[in-house]
DNA sequence: GTCTATATACAGATAGAC
DNA sequence: GTCTATCTGTATATAGAC
């Protein structure tokens, strides 16, 4: 029995995986079940066996993906700097926007909000939301110690934080032709992290 | 043959109509080609007669729809006070930002952008591009006549668009069941333009 | 040019053997 | 629990009458 169980898990955890890289690649209508079950390399039936239908895969697959994405920590330890920590909060957040998986998962869910509102409302929390929570924290704590001037660490962390997104994430966001390069990319947010200092100064 | 000629017009711009409004508000793939016909009150066989397939439809209203975007002017004559000035841009931009079809069609782009990377660059060069370009001159003029102290206008406009779309738009991207009031997104906008303006005040 | 009727393909989901 | 084979609906696209 442990060793049926113990298959029952893999192929489970198979179809899983083949679903989430298939739903986040080529989008929820165009990933068929014949093909993901192929790719996790079992029969259409299993798939429905263990997930009932194509909607309840989907949201499994999206759903583990939204919690593996609570795992992040941003948390830092050295606030010696106020130019050196939020340089390095902007550039752990930025290299994390852009990876191509969230960006696959933030398409999917951005454009099945209507059909699948459960999921892009856990996107939202276990992503945007957690992150500027996080970082508004940051900022209260930085006016506390007097680095900073900040009436409303909430509105502080939504402008840090789309700010930092700026040309490159739009660009790749719509696949444009031109990409911006890493030297354009590290001088915007050197850049947005002076002004976001400038606006925040102590008086 | 004048009156058949437009005749044909009429029934292409129905299906025209239609086909943006039933794939800007579905999508691509839920959008049949019969829902079409039916909502343009034309028979299916008309619309490939008229338009060939469906990919070529469907090429043709979002190309259309990003056409009508580049109609989109942001000039202002006013100058005497750069807050006035600036809080205008902000909430002209914001309110056609998330103007319900602008959303939809950033959205349809975004997420087709793999398998119609000529529409996302359409959209990005007629949207995105087009209002930081314009925003930038604005930015260079201001400096110019001294209201700021701007170095870069290019990474300006880009840091002003980005901050100003905030948590409102993203809420509004996902759909979350909480939306910001519009005095929410008043104050933000406020306190955004303000920040900016401190960033970039003259020495 | 426009319609009704049809061909063809493929998707999601199920039945039944092992 | 897993497989092969199949059912059923629906989508794109086309044929042929008017």
Known sequence: MQKNRSKNETKRKQIL????????????????????????????????????SKDD???????????????????????????????????RFFTMLTAKE??????????????????????????????????AHLMAMLDEKGALSVANPHHAAVQFLTMLKGEAWLRIEFNTKKQLTPEEIDDYICATVAMFIRAYAPH
Chains 1, 2 share one sequence.
């Open 17 to 52: 995986v083949a679903a989430t890289e298939l739903f986040t690649e080529k989008g929820y209508a165009a990933t068929s079940m014949d093909l993901i079950a192929k790719q996790a390399d079992v029969s259409k039936q299993t798939v429905y066996s263990h997930f009932g």
């Open 102 to 135: 969230t960006l696959a998962v933030h398409k999917i869910c951005a454009y099945e909000c209507k059909s699948y509102p459960q999921l892009s409302e856990l996107f939202y929390q276990a992503g945007p939301e957690r992150l500027t929570n996080e970082v």
């Open 57 to 91: 895969l989907f949201a499994a697959a999206i759903e583990q993906k939204c919690d593996s994405y609570r795992m992040l920590d941003f948390s830092l330890e050295d606030f010696s700097d106020i130019n050196v920590t939020l340089l390095e909060v902007a550039k």
